[in-house]
């Protein structure tokens, strides 16, 4: 099993050049504005002034840059693309350009286009990355379990998530103690419960000399869900488990009391890994949602460096084109990785992130 595949995308190479071509069209208008050649129209003279504006080292200005990027962050919000996340990206694209001499063949258009596509490839492969096999490897050597706690808002899919990674980690062998430490809602526990049974259904104890591959650690509701985290990561070292799955109460960003017992649990328990569930939603709600969250986990946190979320599970990610944006957001915005995508409802679809597909896709007119 190992590594997940990756979201799949249709190639989209034939719509690229139809659109570079309509490219090339734009930018001899642009450029015949801009271009404010003295020489008379009609004359051989205007002729080739109009060949150079196009042909050749051309400087790039803000004026010569203004057309197209106004469109390409037209193009993001769209895509939903956060509105000030598409300003600032196409600033940088604007900032990296300015005074560059371009190529013999190359066009504005072309240009600037192959920069955001850089820059936005560079967003989606952040400074860490997050390898939960090799980890959960490391941490057994050092004999103790490899902890993750899951967070996130109500009704993202957090549960169901937690259960299809614990599918993915029983299939690389390893075995998983999920914590059910959101003591909060109704049916939390029973719903875990119910995943438990399926996933040993899938990898029955008679398989893996009666060791049971994954099993259920609840003590209830109302309790200090803290507590329980410690309860059952002291139990995780006792029975051997591999990897300890912490599912937590789903809560808003404003909600204290709540908050505050989140911070308690990650500074008390100390997870490897503190991971976000969010849905790929439209816009800037996505972003607000998780920028909040991570602020709310700052200020509730007694410790001098907070512990923040380390990466983000981008659920209902199955229909790909009007969510891609949102994938842009909450990376850039945290600078944090997106770990998993949840595209569908069975414990097999989960997938990883193709930066360069997310990318290709986004920028499809």
Known sequence: AGDLKTVDYESCEEE???????????????????????????????????LRGLVGSKNLSPQVMAPVLDKMKDHLIA???????????????????????????????????????????????????VDILRDVLEAQKHKRPFIITFCGVNGVGKSTNLAKIS??????????????????????????????RRLNALHPPEEHHGQSMVQLFEKGYGKDAAGIAMEAIAFSRNQSFDVVLVDTAGRMQDNTPLMTALAKLIAINMPDLVLFVGEALVGNEAVDQLVKF????????????????DGIV????????????????????????IVFVGTGQTYNDLRSLNAKAVVSALMKA
């Not at 990206?89 to 001499?101: P, Y």
């Not at 286009?113 to 952040?126: E, F, G, M, N, T």
């Not at 390893?174 to 419960?193: H, K, P």
């Not at 991570?294 to 979320?309: F, G, T, V, W, Y």
């Open 16 to 50: 690229e050049e139809e659109e570079e071509e309509e490219e090339e069209e734009e930018d001899e208008a642009v450029i015949q504005k801009i271009s404010n050649t003295s020489v008379k129209k009609g004359g051989i003279g205007g002729m080739f002034g109009m």
């Open 79 to 129: 895509k939903n693309v956060a509105a000030e996340i598409a300003l600032r990206l196409c600033e940088s694209v604007e900032k990296k350009l300015e005074g560059k001499v371009m190529g013999t063949f190359s066009t504005v258009t072309s240009t600037v286009k192959q920069a955001l596509q850089d820059s936005l490839v560079q967003i989606l492969q952040p400074k860490r990355r």
């Open 167 to 196: 599918f993915w980690l029983m299939e690389n062998g390893f075995r998983v103690l999920i914590a059910a430490c959101d003591t909060f809602r109704a049916g939390a526990v029973e719903q875990l419960r119910t995943h438990t």
């Open 314 to 337: 981008l659920t209902k990610f199955d229909t790909i084109d009007d969510k891609v944006g949102a994938a842009i957001s909450m990376t850039y915005i945290t600078g944090q990785p």
């Open 294 to 309: 991570n602020q709310a986990l700052a200020d509730h946190s007694m410790a001098e460096k907070p512990r923040l979320i």
